[in-house]
Structures are given as C-alpha cells and as structure tokens.
C-alpha cells in the first residue's frame, strides 16, 4: 500500500502559545522529527534526539488540496474506473488535519470531493451513451455502533451474506455532481457525533466512511461490457484516544471502544504485514465494515496526518511510526 504523510501548517493557536516546529520535511520523501525539551538555565528549547522516515510522499505544510488528491488518490479513482476496489485511509491525534485532508471547506474541497469530480468527469467521457451510475453511502462508527450519516436514525445492523458485508438499510444515494456531493458530505459531517465535552470539536471519537460505487457501460470492440468498482475513503477517529486507559468513566468506555476499533484496524494491519493466514477483520465494527478495502483485491492509500508543533510531540511520533508500519502491508491486486 501507499502511505504519504501530510503535515499541516502550526495554527494561530499553536503559534500564540509559542509552539516550535518539531518536523522538518527535507524533499519529497523524507521527514525528519527532532524531539525538543526545554534547557534548564535558559528558556530555550534544545534538540534532544531526531528521527528520519520516509515514505511514498510527504506535504509539506502549503501543499494544497489537489497535490495531496494527484499524488494520492487519483491513481485509486483510475483503477475503480478499471473496476477494482480501493481505499484511502487518514489516520492521525484530533486537530492534525484528517477532516481537512477527506472533506476540506467548500473552498478548499478535500479528496472526498476531488476524487467524485474526477470521477464523474472521466464518468462523462468514457461511457457508452453516458450510461452510468454514482451511489455512495456516508456513515459513521462511533463507540461501536454505525449510523448512517446520510439519513441519521437508529443505529445499523451489520450483516455479512454472499456478497460481503454491509450495513442493513444504508442509503445508497445516486448522485450526479460533485458539487451536490459537496453540499451532501459537510451536512453529513454535522451529524457526526460531538463530544459533549468538545462543544466546538467535531468527531475527534467517530471513524466516518464514504463508499462511492461506480458503474457505467464501456463499449469494447466488439461487445458493450459493464464495469463496476467501489472506492472507500475513510476519516479515522483521532489516534490518541488508542492510549486512553482509564476504565471506569463512560468517556474511557468510549476511549477503550475506540481504542477496539483502532486496535482491531493495528491488528489487522500487522496480521497483512506478516501474510498471516487469519486476519482478525471481525473484532470491530470498523475492521468488519472496511475487510474487502483492506484486505483482498484492493489497492489502498494511507495519509497519515500531523502537526508540527513541538507540544504535539508524542503524538506525531506514534503517527509517524504506525506510518512507518503500515508500509510493509502487501495487498493482493
Ligand atoms: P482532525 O480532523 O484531524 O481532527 P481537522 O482537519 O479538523 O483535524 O484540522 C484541525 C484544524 O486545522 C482545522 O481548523 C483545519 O481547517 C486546519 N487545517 C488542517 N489541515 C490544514 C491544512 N493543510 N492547511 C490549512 N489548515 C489546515
Ligand atoms: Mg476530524
């Protein structure tokens, strides 16, 4: 699989506290972390020690929206118009830009709409007649329950038949334009599940999934043939919620929930690196949802998302290495 590193500009916020860059991006592949600490007889903040990764692109921090699509998904829309499977997963601490990176703003569109635009784009020009057909459905994994975030209600059911696994009575909704989509996604954003404690935090404990299925009528030499394949494109719940351990409070049970789903997803993960015969797909909502875009004939994308400033330390080290890890993953295509 392909694992890029997206790194985003300090914030105000960050800047007013006084927060140092800790990253530096040296080209196009490579990253370096160095560790600060405060000296003691100054204040002044002194290298302690460094780390160097590389991966298959790192952004720096004014890369904009379509570069972070080109360099990561647009192959993976190709290859669904080819009618395979694939997926892109954002993975990173609450606040280091994975919303930003899927969804983005309605001026700053993020892959979600980017990759529907490029996709009904192509759509147009290469089907027979026009004939062609975009569904997609939006939902969340919150605490272990899904919801569709399309036509929120009553938590879904997951089933598993001949034809895979799927949330029972998800809407499937047929779209025409990316634009529209645009308008659809952020209403769906909205419904995802708030922290209580976090009025203005949006999700930082939901793992959200957009599936678009494409299907149109391409005409071979001789014969009129349907293609059929579905991209996944996946917003994780922030990664630093997998270290909470408290047990007894309702927030730990949410921490430990999220903690299931993004372990079972680290499972699986290593259980792929390793060509284990058993991967554990069915230990969590997640990891049943996304087994046919993580497993078996599909071609998958990491961005793994983090912040420069130097107080987010701990984190962006833990995101690099996962990162670094999720590298090793073969997929069968
Ligand atoms: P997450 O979803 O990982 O919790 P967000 O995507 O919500 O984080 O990003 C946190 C904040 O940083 C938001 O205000 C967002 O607009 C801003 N932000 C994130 N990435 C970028 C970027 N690459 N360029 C500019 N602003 C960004
Ligand atoms: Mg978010």
């Known amino acids: 699989i392909m694992v890029y590193v997206r790194l985003r500009p300090l914030s105000k916020k960050e800047k007013d506290a006084g927060a140092r860059s800790s990253v530096r991006v040296a080209d196009k592949k490579d990253i370096f972390l160095t560790e600060m600490q405060l000296e003691t007889d100054y204040l002044r903040l002194k290298r302690v020690r460094g780390r160097h ?70 759509l147009k020009d290469r089907s027979k007649d026009g004939d062609y057909l975009v569904s997609l459905s939006y939902l969340e994994v919150y605490n272990e329950t899904v919801v569709d975030l399309l036509s929120p209600g009553r938590p879904l059911i997951i089933r598993e038949d001949n034809k895979g696994i799927t949330a029972a009575g998800l809407t499937h909704y047929q779209a025409f334009s990316a634009e529209e989509v645009m308008l659809l996604l952020q209403r769906g954003n909205q419904h995802r599940t708030t922290e209580p404690t976090r009025i203005n935090e949006t999700s930082s404990r939901s793992h959200a999934i957009l599936q678009v299925t494409a299907e149109y009528k391409v005409r071979m030499e001789t014969s009129t043939i349907t293609r059929i394949g579905k991209l996944s494109l996946i917003d994780l719940a922030g990664s630093e919620r997998a270290l909470a351990t408290d047990q007894r ?10 903690n299931k789903s993004l372990l079972a997803l680290s499972r699986c993960i290593k259980a792929l690196v390793e060509g284990d015969k058993h991967v554990p797909f069915r230990n969590s909502k997640l990891t049943q ?9 599909c071609q998958t994308a990491m961005i793994a998302n983090i912040t420069p400033s130097h107080v987010s330390f701990g984190e962006t080290q833990n995101t690099l290495h996962w990162a670094d890890k999720a590298k090793e993953i073969r997929t069968k295509v």
Request: one cysteine or more.
């Open 249 to 258: 409070s309702l927030r730990s049970i949410e921490g430990a929930n999220i």
């Open 289 to 297: 949802l996304l087994k046919d875009s993580l497993g078996g004939a």
């Open 53 to 122: 990764f590389v991966f298959d692109a790192v952004f720096h921090e004014n890369t904009g929206q379509q570069e972070v699509y080109d360099t990561s998904t647009a192959d993976l829309v190709e290859a669904v118009l080819q009618g395979k499977n694939a997926s892109v997963f954002c993975y990173g601490a609450t606040g280091a830009g994975k919303t930003y990176t899927m969804l983005g703003t309605v001026s700053q569109p993020g892959v979600m709409v980017l990759a529907l635009k490029d996709l009904f784009s192509k």
